[in-house]
């Protein structure tokens, strides 16, 4: 790899680096993991990078394979347990600064709780939707059919509503 | 609360990250690639040694049961061999495909379906690649003694095989029963000084993947 091609590719990890970041939070059980996984996450982006094709968006591939590294990562392992809680530090780190209400915090906890809940493919689905991907891009990037990501998001949607009721109210 | 109110929160994190750095991934230095490519270079020469080893043993024990055609116990024992070199090629070949083919640009249901295959398959021959050890030994050791020193242990002391045989399948029926019929404490104690794959775990745990990618495809 070139100084220009290594370049380019710093470039671009550092201003995707928020995937790393939420994909890292989202299948990781610690905090040790969670940097592991990131570094991890970033090898693998490093490897695949002379495969990369221009012609398509940087953040897809990325999606790709941060998703791919996070779930064979979670699965790997024999001793980390599957659904194990995700940590919820980085939320705590954001309540240490202003440029968060409370209330964002509230739901971003609430949602971290809600996607330790989720299998490592739904989990995959969930964190396209939040980054608004189209259905057609979920659909890509997971190799299902657009009506499948469909139904899926529209479970996603009553599997929330119902973590989030007070119990006596489902 | 509705999903799509909790994505403006999701939004914020974003906002958050031009501003902090929580996670450093200009760690991504020189050192960490070398590393990273170490590692897999040593994988990748574990499995190629792996394949070479199976292709001498073949090659030895084909041309040894050819010639020993007129010994029963020296023909059986390098027919064993042989198939035993041909599975630590197989065996070779698929770990290779598993560090080289493993593309991550992949699409995620694709590649989640093809490593989760590979590692129940790898979890099996593992664990046959050990049970076998218990029987080989015989073969091996009457093969070595008659190419090494001429000395044909079946034709002078078949007792004595028969006690070897005898060893090794006691040996192996009771792994097998430590494995599937031992009561489940006592595996877990097993597992525990071992590892997962003995008690079978890593298996289920590969056969649960695989069920959760097929039902994922499902509508």
């Known amino acids: 790899m070139s100084t220009d091609d290594r370049q380019a590719f710093g470039d671009l990890l550092q201003r995707h680096r928020g995937i790393v970041f939420k994909i890292a939070n989202a299948y990781a059980r610690d905090v040790e993991d969670r940097d592991d996984l990131a570094q991890e996450i970033a090898v693998q982006l490093w490897r695949a990078w002379p495969s990369y094709d221009p012609a398509r968006r940087f953040s897809t591939w990325m999606y790709r394979i941060a998703l791919n590294v996070a779930i064979s990562f979670l699965r790997s392992d024999g001793q980390r347990r599957r659904h194990a809680v995700p940590l919820d530090e980085a939320v705590h780190d954001m309540a240490d600064d202003d440029g968060i209400d409370h209330e964002t915090i509230a739901r971003l906890r609430m949602l971290h709780r809600f996607i330790a809940t989720l299998e490592p493919l739904n989990r995959a689905l969930l964190l396209l939707y939040l980054d608004e991907h189209s259905t057609r891009e979920m659909a890509e990037v997971l190799g299902i059919s657009e009506s499948n990501v469909t139904t899926k998001i529209s479970r996603l949607k009553q599997r929330i509503r119902d973590h989030v009721a007070p119990p006596g109210n489902e | ?219």
């Not at chain 2, 020296?74 to 290779?96: F, T």
């Not at chain 2, 590692?119 to 009457?142: D, M, S």
């Not at chain 2, 489940?184 to 008690?199: E, I, K, Q, W």
């Open chain 2, 1 to 219: 609360m509705e999903l799509d109110e909790l994505k403006a929160a999701w939004q914020a994190i974003d906002v958050q990250l031009r501003q902090q750095k929580l996670i450093n991934l200009e760690l991504l230095t020189e050192t960490r690639m070398r590393k990273a490519r170490t590692g897999l270079y040593w994988l990748q020469a574990f499995a190629i040694g792996q394949i070479l080893v199976g292709l001498v043993v073949t090659i030895f024990c084909a041309r040894y049961w050819i010639s020993h055609m007129d010994a029963p116990a020296l023909l059986l024992s390098g027919i064993v061999l042989h198939a035993y070199g041909v599975a630590l090629i197989i065996a070779g070949v698929m770990e290779m495909l598993l560090l080289v083919r493993t593309d991550y640009s992949a699409q995620i249901v694709t590649i989640q379906k093809h490593l989760a295959l590979l590692r129940q398959w790898r979890i099996r021959t593992k664990r046959w690649f050990g049970l076998a050890q218990w029987i080989l030994w015989i073969p091996a050791g009457l093969v070595m003694l008659e190419y090494l020193i001429g000395f044909d242990l079946w034709a002078h002391s078949p007792a004595t095989v028969g006690w070897f045989l005898a060893v090794g399948i006691a040996g192996l029926l009771s792994t097998l029963w430590l494995m599937y019929w031992s009561p489940r404490a006592l595996r877990r104690r097993v597992g525990d000084y071992l590892d997962d794959n003995s008690t079978g775990s890593l298996l289920k745990r590969a056969q649960l993947a695989l069920d959760e990618i097929a039902n994922f495809e499902r509508e």
